[in-house]
């Protein structure tokens, strides 16, 4: 009962700790007594031998009253590695830094990754986020009286809050990324076509010189940069004198870079849940049996349609992890009048009704990345322009995954107050050259990122069809 499962992480890489093996490099202690964890925390305590020290806990692991101890003597070992060069010592000596981002920082090596094998530090470098003042009318919170006042006014927007950008060439796809004291989201984008494009226009300037967050100057097509962080990724840049001390400390400790979540090649049809459904407290009979149709006539073809029921077993072509009995029903899709699978059949039933009447509906929605204008980034970063149009105005959004559907109704889970944005869907030639992922672009000069309270360093939105949606939300 006392042993858990990690999934595999830099630390598990780092200590080698090989998968389903049990290992006690690393502990968790779960928090009853305050007292006793704030002894353990200060005295550590030995086990079989070994003396263990408090290591750090995350975000989630903090809400949930969990402690993480590791060895002393791996500590001792791989504290560099883990904190790439820098010390406790050396933190306090620069200020300090707030205990719970400082634990939550260095348990990204605690977050479950892949290593990213060829990833190579000195194709990178990082710069000042992207935000600029976007106009619009808000419900203004008076911090000391707590009054709202509803007026039209700027807004200061960090649109890459989270959000770097790698090369197209190396990478196709949008995924998140863990390095020691980064993380975030990288997205594919040309921006050396937009360097070279830019270059063409104007052969005078060296459109490719960009001032990293340190204040020096690199030449991105010179130094064959690959990959952009920003400064919001880097969360303990103010800890190291300039970005070559960081690299140098990567290469020299042996640090490693981790990916996750990347970017699937077929997104399935998501669900939309009550939150969203209860919000849109003004529908009629009609419009409800509109949105919940999908869904009805997903029962009525479990009992006729051989793709739904296949479907619902699981057994379809983006299933790229099948089980042995969904392999079978591909290969022959009689199996479906057998005793047992007819039994299965019944109890999905049962469940997905239970889950429709939950409000988790079927409806054309995906969830997918949010990524800002990465164009007008390269405006604002490359050509110096400190208000860029971008490819999309106010009240525009770009998915491909929609290229017929001019309406998109753009959410977040969770839904955390009655808006549904509903946003002009533009696909055209310059955002097809531009915006070649699967993510939903939004645009600069809107307020959606304060409307679904979103940054963009891995948040997922549900982006509902226009033609499967029923708007009657009051605002």
Known sequence: KNIISVFESFLTRMLDIKQNDLSDDIMVIKVFYFDIIKD????????NGERYRFFTNSAGQIRTKKTVFIKES????????????????????????????????????????????????????????FETLVNGTVDYIDYEDYSITRKLMDVPIPHTDGCGMILDTVSSKNFMIRLP????????????????????????VNHGLVIDIYGKEHDIIK??????????QFKMHKYYKNWQEYVESFIKYNCQAGVCNVEEDYIKNAKINYQMVQTLNNMTDAELELLAGRSIQKIKNMSSDVKTMLDVFGANKYNAYKTSLQQAL????????????????REIKKSLIKNYKAAKLE?????????????????YLFLGDKTPQG???????????????DKLDCLRSPHLYRDHPVRSNIISEDTSKWFKTNALYTSCHDLISKILQFDVDGDKSLVVSGRDFVWVAER
């Open 223 to 232: 130094e064959d940069i690959q990959i952009i962080f920003t400064k919001s």
């Open 330 to 345: 591909m290969i022959y899709p009689e199996l479906l009048n057998d005793v047992y699978t007819k039994d299965v059949i």
């Open 181 to 204: 004291w980064v993380k975030g989201l990288l997205a594919s984008f040309p921006f050396k076509t937009f360097i070279e494009e830019a270059n063409q226009n104007n052969p005078k």
């Open 363 to 379: 409806i054309r929605g995906k969830y997918t990345f949010i990524l800002p204008d990465l164009y007008a980034f390269c405006e």
């Open 391 to 405: 490819l999309l105005k106010d009240g525009e959004v770009s998915c491909k995954l929609y290229p017929n559907i």
């Open 74 to 129: 791996l500590w001792n070992q791989y504290e560099k590695t883990l904190m790439c060069g820098l010390t406790i010592d050396a933190i306090n000596k620069k200020g300090g830094i707030n205990v719970n981002k400082y634990l939550a920082y260095l348990a990204l090596s605690n977050s479950a990754t892949d290593e990213w094998k060829d990833f190579d530090i000195k194709k990178c470098i990082v710069v000042d986020d």
């Open 40 to 47: 353990l925390i200060h005295n550590g305590y030995e086990y």
